[in-house]
């Protein structure tokens, strides 16, 4: 029996970047097209393929690569016989038997999203052997799928025009992994996922766990710069950082260089992802506490944009303290450029009023558009948001979105509009509503 999913990542990270990537590949599928998703491990290609497929708001059908999958497996195979027997007496004399026996055919995962219009997601597709795909050829471009002959049923099928896949593969040079053939290739956009940027891996480790800001930065710089150190190019440390901030909040270990249960951590999760020895890895990885300058909660104003600049200052600035010189590394082939660091936090402000023109239109674009989701129309959300203020008596961005479930675009959108209709105000990155004024009356 073939299982049809009504699935949705969970709260899954809608940053600039990520849109960005979102709307190329909805082009792509509402045009027709195949779109083959291909990046490193962990850079969160089967996550985006399901928030894809829940954005065509179709059923989803799911197929992950195995070295063992055979065409059958796509489209169906013989399973059981179904056996027919007819015993004739109406002569009482004579008795007449028919028995007939037939094999049962059951549809699989490619055949069932063909006919009735489902979202295929092939996770990992080249990890199957190429023969094994070759069934997807006429699906993806002549638009009909070729069945084995059999006397009881038929042997081709239309392609129903709501049929749509997503594929996901990793790089070849990885074990268990097989070269696609060129011809499959040729029928599909292939999208190239990057390694997330500092600030969406950010966002996506305070959107998982309950980890501040703060600590959030600090284990991604942490572990960006031991990959840059150790060049683990192969991988995405997406994957690690959330280890770290999961098991951080989980079980309250103070993210800080002189915590030894951090230490312990950083060297179970990290050192393993290595292609260094043990000893030498353990080397950097010191040097990096080392160091690293963090910032206590205090010192730290999470929702500042500046922080991500004044911690690459500290960050590359410090001094490496007890340190064997012969045993330092380049800070600068460690760390993130400050440069760098700068352009996130300037393009991804958050502060609305010093928002960019650019950006502003074209979140205003998308929220009209309606290209990503079907919002809510723009008075039910302001409205929403302005009771919400009533109630709380002011709040900061990040509350309103989370306690309303809203996306940062729907948000930035409708408090624009409030800002600029003067019905809300903004203070100390506080969001309040503008109190009506007394008109004293008159006294003649």
Not at 51 to 65: D, Q
């Amino acid at each position: 029996m073939t299982t049809v999913l009504h699935a949705s990542p969970y709260q899954f990270v809608d940053t600039p970047s990520i849109q960005r990537l979102v709307l190329r590949a909805l082009r792509y599928l509402r045009s027709g097209y195949a779109v083959h998703l291909r990046g490193p491990a962990g850079t969160g290609k089967t996550t985006l393929a399901i928030h894809l497929a829940n954005l065509l708001a179709r059923p989803i059908v799911v197929v992950f690569g195995d070295d063992e999958v055979k065409s059958s497996d796509l489209v169906g195979t013989q399973s059981g016989f179904t056996r027919k027997k007819v015993v004739d007496n109406f002569i009482h004399s004579v008795i007449k038997v028919e028995d007939e026996l037939q094999q049962a055919w059951v549809d699989a995962r490619l055949t069932l999203a063909c006919k009735e219009g489902l979202t295929l997601v092939y996770d990992e597709f080249n990890r199957s052997r190429p023969e094994g795909n070759n069934v997807l050829l006429s699906v993806l471009e002549e638009k009909l799928l070729v069945l084995p002959p059999h006397r009881h049923r038929q042997e081709y099928i239309r392609v129903h025009p709501e049929f749509r896949a997503i594929f996901t593969s990793n790089p070849e040079e990885y074990c268990g992994v097989h070269a696609a053939q060129n011809a499959l290739l040729d029928r599909m956009i292939t999208i190239n996922v990057p390694e997330p940027d500092v600030f969406t891996q950010t966002e996506i480790l305070m959107r998982k766990t309950a980890i501040s800001q703060a600590d959030a930065a600090t284990i991604v710089q942490l572990v960006g710069a031991f990959r840059d150190q150790t060049q683990a190019e192969k991988t995405s440390g997406l994957r690690s950082a959330l280890m770290l901030a999961t098991i951080c909040c989980d079980h309250h270990i103070r993210v800080a260089p002189n915590n030894e249960d951090f230490q312990e951590l950083c060297q179970d999760v990290l050192l393993s992802r290595s292609s260094l020895m043990m000893d030498d890895g353990m080397q950097v990885l010191q040097t990096l506490f080392a160091q690293l300058e963090f910032y206590d909660e205090s010192r730290y104003q999470p929702e500042s944009v500046n922080t991500l600049q004044q911690f690459a200052d500290n960050f590359t600035n410090c001094s490496t303290r007890n340190v064997n010189p012969s045993e330092t590394y380049s800070v600068s082939s460690v760390f993130y450029s400050l440069n760098s660091i700068n352009n996130q936090a300037n393009e991804f402000e958050i502060d609305l009023e010093t928002l960019e023109v650019e950006e502003t239109k074209q979140v205003e674009n998308t929220v009209k558009s309606n290209e990503l989701k079907s919002l809510e129309p723009q008075i039910a959300i302001d409205r929403h948001i302005i009771n919400y203020l009533q109630e709380t008596e002011g709040a900061r961005l990040l509350e309103i979105e989370q306690d309303l479930e809203l996306s940062r675009i729907e948000l930035i959108a409708a408090l624009k509009t409030l800002l600029r209709e003067k019905k809300v105000i903004q203070h100390d990155r506080i969001y309040k509503l503008v109190e009506p004024k007394l008109v004293e009356p008159s006294i003649d």
